[in-house]
Each structure stands twice: as structure tokens, then as C-alpha cells.
Nanobody, 123 residues
């Protein structure tokens, strides 16, 4: 399942960006991870195909995940961006092959991964 992400860029503090993550096939869950220089990769947000979302505390109330299952696409709307949000953002998905239930799919690990998109927030 190929995965293409887009939407990063450079904004000033308080600005907004929307990341998109499109898969070729059906997925049961999408997640965004980010990695700043010199730091490890951590999950920022996730959304399941039933709309259930999770967010790391630092983005709660500022970032919103949504999905368009007809387009196999998930979105991460990022508002009130801060310099601490500067990082490479990666989308990952849990592909759902035919005959696999959503519940079984969600128990899988995330993968494949997108190529990453840079988000830079300047003060």
C-alpha cells in the first residue's frame, strides 16, 4: 500500500498548516509522528476509521485529525503552530487487506510510512 503525504511548509508562530496522507488501499488507522533534529520520533496524533482520535498532550486543542474514507485520505489540521512544533512529520497507516476486520487491523503495528514532510515554525 503506497502512502503519499503532503502539506508541510514554513509558517510563522500562530500560523496553520494541513497535512494530508493518502493511501492506495483501505486503511483502518492513520497516525502522524514527528521527529525534530537530535530527537526521537514520537506519535503526535492518530485517527481510526471509526473516527476515534488520540493526541499527544502538547498538541491537544490545536491539532485536529480527520478522515475521508472515500478518498483513503487522512488530514491533520495544525493550528496555533509554535516553534516547538518544528519537525519532520511522518504519516503511517495500518493497511486493511480484504477479509480482515477493522478490529483485527487496528491491532497491527503502523506501517507503511510516508516519506515525511517538513514543518517549520518561526518566531
Amino acid at each position: 500500500v503506497a502512502l503519499v503525504e503532503s502539506g508541510g511548509g514554513a509558517v510563522q508562530i500562530g500560523g496553520a498548516l494541513r497535512l494530508s496522507c493518502t493511501t492506495q488501499g483501505r486503511s483502518c488507522s492513520w497516525a502522524w509522528f514527528r521527529q525534530a533534529p537530535g530527537e526521537g520520533r514520537g506519535m503526535v496524533a492518530s485517527i481510526d476509521d471509526d473516527g476515534l482520535t488520540t493526541y499527544v498532550d502538547s498538541v491537544q486543542g490545536r491539532f485536529t485529525a480527520s478522515i475521508d474514507t472515500a478518498k483513503n485520505t487522512a488530514y491533520l489540521q495544525m493550528n496555533s503552530l509554535q516553534p516547538s512544533d518544528t519537525a519532520m512529520y511522518y504519516c503511517a497507516t495500518k493497511a486493511q487487506p480484504p477479509l480482515i476486520s477493522s478490529a483485527a487491523c487496528r491491532r497491527r503495528n503502523y506501517g507503511p510510512w510516508g516519506q515525511g514532510t517538513q514543518v517549520t515554525v518561526s518566531s
